[in-house]
């Protein structure tokens, strides 16, 4: 036997070994430090998570994020324009890098925003800037990372080639290109890798109320290790955290989503 042959039967038995953690087994349970020494189990995913297979293959099922502010980090390093500014939307901040996290809970958790609420200080008003749901009303299953890069090049001033011709004029959305993680479970000592899906694509616009981003599947773990598909990013309100990355615009609350997935599994 080879020794990449002897590789492949490894995972192979990894994979069957998270297929029947996640049928429930009883090592399976995520596990996390509560109050006083007490210890918490986190409900296997079968019990929060829906999926639903039609008749062509394709599984559905949707999750609810809402991100942590104080998380956010942003390096602007590596930005085109003037690093030490944050006038995001009329310099060329494009080449900055950040990271934040949220807590993932099942889809339908977060409640629709209903009130429209003003943004920033004299702008037009949504029901996506509405603060809709607090950290107390229930416990996360799960995490949401999610890393990437600043798109946003606010230079009014066209670029030029060097005979003159216009390459590129200004853009404001949409904001980022980031991959995502939707970790299906709590990630403690005894569970550093519950299971998960990965996507990539565009994030956030300027006009919440159409901001719809269709992202790309790009890999999982467990049962999602072969998924292939996409999902389907919507605004839902804010949260009562402040995204700590806008000095220019202090209390700034951080948003919710909600995420449609669409897989073949």
């Known amino acids: 036997m080879s020794m990449e042959t002897d590789r492949r039967g490894l995972l192979l038995a990894a994979g069957a070994g998270t297929l029947a953690a996640a049928a429930g087994s009883a090592p399976a349970l995520s596990r996390a430090q509560g109050r006083a020494g007490s210890t918490t189990v986190f409900p296997p995913i079968e019990q929060w998570l829906k999926l639903t297979t039609d008749s062509r293959g394709i599984t559905r099922f949707a999750v609810d994020v809402a991100v942590i502010g104080?998380?956010?980090?942003?390096?602007?390093?590596?930005?085109?324009?003037?690093?030490?500014?944050?006038?995001?939307?009329?310099?060329?901040?494009?080449?900055?890098?950040?990271?934040?996290?949220?807590?993932?809970?099942?889809?339908?958790?977060?409640?629709?925003?209903?009130?429209?609420?003003?943004?920033?200080?004299g702008g037009r008003k949504?029901?996506?800037?509405?603060?809709?749901?607090?950290?107390?009303?229930?416990?996360?299953?799960?995490?949401w990372l999610s890393r990437g890069w600043v798109l946003i090049n606010g230079q009014r001033e066209p670029a030029r080639d060097t005979r003159g011709t216009i390459v590129e004029t200004a853009r404001t959305e949409p904001h980022l290109l980031t991959d995502?993680?939707?970790?299906?479970?709590?990630?403690?000592?005894?569970?550093?890798?519950?299971?998960?899906?990965?996507?990539?694509?565009?994030?956030?616009?300027?006009?919440?109320?159409?901001?719809?981003?269709?992202?790309?599947?790009?890999?999982?773990?467990?049962?999602?290790?072969?998924?292939?598909?996409?999902?389907?990013?919507?605004?839902?309100?804010?949260?009562?955290?402040?995204?700590?990355?806008?000095?220019?615009?202090?209390?700034?609350?951080?948003?919710?989503?909600?995420?449609?997935?669409?897989?073949?599994?």
């Open 180 to 265: 995502h993680n939707y970790v299906f479970g709590r990630m403690t000592p005894d569970n550093l890798t519950p299971e998960m899906l990965v996507s990539n694509g565009m994030d956030d616009g300027n006009d919440p109320d159409k901001e719809v981003l269709v992202r790309a599947i790009t890999g999982g773990t467990g049962r999602f290790r072969f998924a292939t598909g996409q999902v389907v990013e919507h605004r839902l309100g804010r949260n009562s955290t402040v995204l700590r990355s806008f000095s220019n615009f202090p209390g700034a609350h951080a948003p919710n989503y909600r995420f449609e997935f669409e897989l073949k599994l």
């Open 70 to 121: 104080n998380s956010d980090t942003i390096d602007p390093s590596g930005r085109i324009g003037p690093k030490d500014s944050q006038d995001y939307f009329n310099i060329d901040v494009r080449g900055d890098t950040f990271q934040v996290e949220g807590a993932l809970y099942p889809g339908g958790t977060i409640p629709d925003p209903t009130i429209l609420t003003e943004g920033r200080p």
């Open 126 to 143: 949504s029901r996506h800037y509405q603060i809709n749901w607090d950290f107390k009303a229930k416990e996360p299953v799960g995490h």
